[in-house]
């Protein structure tokens, strides 16, 4: 009896905060974490909010920090300021809350992406590189569709800047794929919107196509 009293009693008095999922915030930007802690309606005054926070490559950014309540006590704040979330990727919170014998537990992540938009998979900007690749791979099997292939090219380097700034979901110029697909994005661009210039067959063909127009003009 004495033993089911005591589970009863740590079943009570730790209640374990839910998993938070699809909390997002923008690279360089300061964040505030808002943690609510609840003991039969919110939690007293006397309540202790400690937290850690660490950031995708597992540093330590916030150790064991005590958080900030609100007038209301409805929450408790911790904040990690710009310099903090240079980091693309998934952070993660530990700690608990404390008010008398109730103990709240604190456990959840948050990702942190380039444009503060939540996290895809396939994110809409791949889509649009595919459609640069197919309107240039068109322009290259069909010569008489030349202009998509320069409008594939542009598409591609201008989503080839965007890549790098400011980017979108864990990639831009502060990681390495990130740094690489734009960099490629645009090379490609580039060179499919000028190799015309440098076709030794396109130089020929103005050439007959100049000459041409020479002699009917002195004929």
């Known amino acids: 009896m004495n033993n089911k009293k005591i589970l009863m009693g740590m079943f009570v008095s730790i209640l374990l905060v839910s998993l938070i999922s699809g909390l997002t915030f923008q690279q360089n930007e300061q964040v ?18 400690n937290a850690s926070v660490f950031a995708p490559n597992q540093e330590t ?22 310099s903090q979330t240079s980091q693309l990727g998934e952070y993660s919170v530990g700690g608990f809350c404390l008010d008398g014998s109730v103990t709240n537990i604190i456990d959840f992540n948050f990702d942190v992406t380039a444009d ?8 809409n900007q791949f889509a649009v590189i595919l459609l640069g690749f197919l309107l240039i791979i068109f322009g290259l099997l069909n010569e008489r569709y030349t202009l998509l292939k320069q409008m594939g090219s542009i598409i591609l380097m201008v989503m080839g800047v965007l890549t790098l700034f400011p980017g979108y979901n864990f990639i831009n110029h502060t990681t390495l794929f990130g ?19 440098f076709s030794r067959t396109k130089q020929e063909e103005r050439f007959e196509q100049e000459q041409g127009g020479e002699e009917e003009e002195f004929e």
């Open 32 to 49: 505030d974490i808002k943690i609510v802690c609840i003991n039969a309606g919110f939690c007293s005054s006397t309540t202790d909010c």
């Open 61 to 82: 950014l916030l150790s064991g920090v005590r958080g900030t309540p609100t007038a209301n006590l409805a929450e408790y704040n911790f904040t990690l300021n710009s």
């Open 116 to 123: 503060g938009k939540p996290f895809e998979a396939f994110p």
């Open 179 to 197: 740094l690489a697909l734009g960099s490629v994005l645009i090379g490609i661009g580039f060179w499919f919107l000028i190799e015309d210039a």
